[in-house]
């Protein structure tokens, strides 16, 4: 095997360590605040890219509309969620976190923070491109193999 080769060997097993940390980080986060897994996803999702509706967070977790409507309903049950009028648009509604939700992204948060802390400020610019740069690569190779547009790994 190649030096590149084994480079990116290494590159993949550290990533796909940081894929199980993060797995059970959230199966952490579920049972502590008594979600489900896919409410504490969906609230990842509207922290990270604040309201949605309820047909993006569908597609952001690859589940059915019903499934969705469900998923919606739990959240707003649980408290952590909220359904409101779309500004421009009567007939979609938007999806965004309550107090209680953002007291769990707050929460999480701080745990997650804690995973940088072997860093130095000098190097969390660098750090955060990196991160940023192979989630989006993800993404892409995700919608690539979805749409059918390549075979896959």
Same mark, same amino acid.
């Given at each position: 095997?190649?030096?590149?080769?084994?480079?990116? /060997?290494? %590159?993949? =097993?550290?990533?796909?360590?940081?894929?199980?940390? *993060?797995?059970?980080?959230?199966? +952490?986060?579920?049972?502590?605040? !008594?979600? !489900?897994?896919?409410?504490?996803?969906?609230?990842?999702?509207? %922290?990270?890219?604040?309201? =949605?509706?309820?047909?993006?967070?569908?597609?952001?977790? =690859?589940?059915? &509309?019903?499934?969705?409507?469900?998923? +919606? /309903?739990?959240?707003?049950?649980?408290?952590?969620?909220?359904?409101?009028?779309?500004?421009? /648009?009567? #007939?979609?509604? $938007?999806? =965004? $976190?309550?107090?209680?939700?953002?007291?769990?992204?707050?929460?999480?948060? *701080?745990? $997650?923070?804690? &995973?940088?802390?072997?860093?130095?400020?000098?190097?969390?610019?660098? +750090?955060?491109?990196?991160?940023? #740069? +192979?989630?989006? /690569?993800?993404?892409?190779?995700?919608?690539?193999?979805?749409? *059918?547009?390549?075979? !896959?790994?």
């Amino acid at each position: 095997m190649s030096g590149e080769a084994e480079l990116v /060997d290494e %590159a993949v =097993r550290s990533l796909r360590a940081v894929i199980l940390a *993060g797995e059970s980080y959230r199966q +952490v986060i579920a049972q502590l605040t !008594g979600l !489900g897994t896919t409410e504490t996803q969906a609230i990842s999702y509207l %922290a990270v890219h604040g309201s =949605r509706g309820q047909n993006e967070l569908m597609a952001d977790l =690859r589940i059915t &509309s019903g499934a969705a409507t469900a998923l +919606v /309903d739990r959240l707003e049950r649980q408290g952590v969620a909220e359904r409101y009028p779309h500004p421009h /648009d009567r #007939r979609r509604a $938007l999806v =965004r $976190l309550t107090e209680a939700g953002k007291s769990i992204v707050t929460l999480s948060r *701080g745990w $997650l923070a804690e &995973s940088f802390r072997s860093f130095s400020p000098e190097d969390l610019p660098g +750090v955060s491109e990196t991160l940023r #740069r +192979v989630a989006e /690569d993800l993404r892409a190779a995700s919608a690539e193999v979805t749409s *059918g547009h390549s075979s !896959g790994p």
